[in-house]
């Protein structure tokens, strides 16, 4: 007979195994024809509003069927439930044959979606492979939204006159008293608006009321124009805390009245909390209004509530393209090293109202001023003259505005190095930040390695090369030591993708991975609007070490193919599907730039 303590065991065991849940997949397919029960593509549910919520647990993915090629839908996707503690329920493009097209949300009016994709008071939920085309806004996550990522997606052509039109993130305005969006994470995203003349304030990306908030790896491109006297910018934040920013290309085209970044953070009562800008390419076109509200590439901005948060601004490459832009405006004191900070233009172009290189505040609000001493190592450049200053500086026991780079350096000890930084793309191209190999900014950084890898961000530049103890001013690291593993012998562990070498290259380069069991493998390459470019690799993998030589010049031999891309960054994405289903599929993505 057994003893009551065993039987006492036996039970909670039993209790135990009686709760577990397994992760169920369920299928959307506006073709399908089956039972439309969502239990196969066959069975399919028809359409978002048809999904039975209910029965969606977490840990459970919901895959949208894009068809051979593309697949749009005419409805807003409304997200109808949450996961639980590192258990996500996932609503995702699909990677079976057959239904791995585009998966489209299209507003057939333009302006009637208020979020082509939804979501209020929704958690630990995970969006990942959708394109979205109108609507008033793209993607709405609308209060009480924690543990929630979008990953992936396309989001472009709003409205032109929705506000805030891409992807809005609306928390409480009391913040933190009724802060309600917290842990929100966007990366992989192209945001792209209409260059069309509109009259409000349409952001690409905007978010307020939100706790840990992360961004990082997109491309945010701002055509809007505004006729209003409104921004229209690539990223505004409103009274939000313990923010992280890296690795984003922002856009900001010619004569459009936006910032490329303006940051509203603070930090809550009682607490320190940071905001990190990092490996960030930020260009601001430039506005031709003239007058308030002056724009600026990047703006850290305190909206006079709580505490002003600890503020880094580390390797990003800042660059305005008028002279009524400053690259950067910091309301409360900020940490500056390794930028390049430049305005390129001419004083004499209308409206002859230049603004500063960089601007310390207006003493309003600068409290303590800025001291030179925490802005180490960054390139201060201006086209049409000597750098001015503006504000109130502190360093080497003076206070106030140096005047000119003799004065930053002279008078109040300030380091870096001014000169053109030589960018070897044209101003305003997606990969404008490549330096020239002759740039001033090479090897002119300082070793912030212990630092930037305490934060949890990776000692490598926008593109993932890596840097060393003397790196590059600036978001890239052109002559970053490419590490190449030649013991990769052995059967592998675990998956992996590693960065192509050389990098930047021209015209051909290597793609290695590694696949640990048999698995089926596709292996693509993207354009920077996420248009795929051509399939490497499209089969059966067995246990391995792979590589692969991607061309980029037509070559008449019949032992390889070619292509002919224009120079640019390009994306290449692996996606590994194990044949036994019992890992999760294995998807990572890399960029690489191909100069010409």
């Known amino acids: 007979m057994k003893s009551i303590p065993q039987l006492i065991s036996l039970w909670v065991l039993f209790i135990f195994l009686s709760t577990i849940t397994y992760a169920t997949d369920y299928y959307v397919d506006k073709n399908a024809s089956g039972q439309n029960n969502g239990s196969s593509w066959a069975n399919a549910w028809q359409s978002f509003s048809t999904i039975n919520w209910n029965s969606i647990q977490p840990g459970d993915i919901i895959f949208i069927s894009g068809g051979n090629d593309s697949t749009v839908y005419h409805e807003r996707l409304v997200i109808g439930a949450s996961g639980i503690s590192g258990n996500y329920v996932t609503v995702r493009n699909s990677y079976d044959t057959g239904h791995n097209g585009k998966v ?8 009637s979606f208020d979020g082509c994709i939804y979501m209020s008071a929704k958690d630990w939920v995970y969006v990942k492979g959708i394109e979205t085309r109108g609507g008033i806004r793209s993607c709405y996550l609308y209060t009480l939204c924690d543990y929630v990522t979008i990953d992936s997606c396309i989001f472009r052509d709003w409205h032109p006159n929705g506000l805030t039109g891409g992807l809005k993130i609306e928390g409480n305005d009391n913040f933190p008293d009724n802060l309600n969006c917290t842990n929100i ?6 945001i792209e608006s209409l260059p069309l003349y509109n009259l409000n304030s349409t952001d690409c990306l905007y978010g307020q009321g939100i ?41 900001v085209d010619h004569g459009v009245q936006g910032h490329g970044m303006i940051l509203g953070i603070e930090s809550r009562s009682g607490q320190i909390d940071t905001m990190i800008s990092y490996n960030n390419y930020i260009y601001a076109g430039g506005h031709e209004l003239g007058g308030d509200p002056d724009i600026n590439a990047a703006f850290n901005r305190w909206y006079s509530n709580n505490s002003r948060p600890l503020s880094y ?46 601007n310390a505040g207006n003493g309003m609000y600068f409290d ?13 450049w201006r086209e049409w003259g000597d750098v001015q200053f503006y504000g109130m500086f502190s360093g080497n026991g003076h206070n106030g ?3 000119g780079w003799s004065g930053w350096v002279n008078t109040y ?38 630092f930037i890898e305490s934060k949890g961000l990776p000692w490598a530049d926008i593109l993932g090369n890596p840097r060393d103890s003397s790196p590059n001013i600036g978001a890239y690291e052109s002559d970053s030591p490419v590490v190449v593993d030649d013991n990769l012998t052995g059967l592998p562990s ?21 696949v640990p069991v048999s698995s089926f493998v596709t292996l693509k390459v993207y354009d920077v609007l996420g248009n795929e470019v051509v399939s490497l690799v499209n089969e059966e993998k067995s246990e391995g070490n792979y590589e692969v030589s991607f061309y980029n010049s037509i070559n008449s031999s019949s032992t390889r193919i070619g292509y002919n891309l224009p120079s640019g960054i390009y994306m290449y994405r692996l996606q590994a599907i194990p044949a036994n289903r019992q890992t999760d599929t294995f998807v990572e993505t890399r960029k690489m730039v191909l100069i010409k």
């Open 104 to 111: 489209i949300i299209e507003d057939p009016n333009t302006n």
């Open 185 to 190: 994470e966007i990366k992989n995203c192209i």
């Open 211 to 251: 706790l840990k908030l992360r961004i990082h790896n997109n491309f945010i491109h701002q055509r809007n124009t505004s006729t209003n006297n409104m921004h229209v910018d690539c990223i505004q934040l409103y009274r939000t805390a313990d923010v992280k920013i890296w690795n984003n290309v922002c856009v």
């Open 313 to 358: 601004w580390i390797h990003n490459t800042l660059v305005t393209n008028h002279s009524n832009e400053s690259p950067i405006v910091m309301e409360y004191m900020g940490f500056l090293k390794n930028n390049i900070i430049v305005q390129f233009g001419t004083n004499g172009q209308p409206p002859t109202w230049p603004l500063p290189t960089i």
């Open 368 to 380: 303590p001023p800025c001291y030179v001493d925490s802005c180490t190592n960054n390139l201060i």
């Open 401 to 403: 505005a140096p005047s």
């Open 413 to 450: 000890g300030g380091t870096g190095v001014n000169s053109n930084p030589s960018f070897a793309y044209p101003l305003g191209s997606f990969n404008g930040f490549i330096l020239n190999s002759n740039s001033s900014a090479i090897n002119a950084g300082g070793n912030l390695q212990a």
């Open 494 to 514: 675990d998956y992996a993708l590693y960065q192509n070498y050389p990098n930047p290259f021209n015209p051909s380069t290597t793609i290695r991975y590694s």
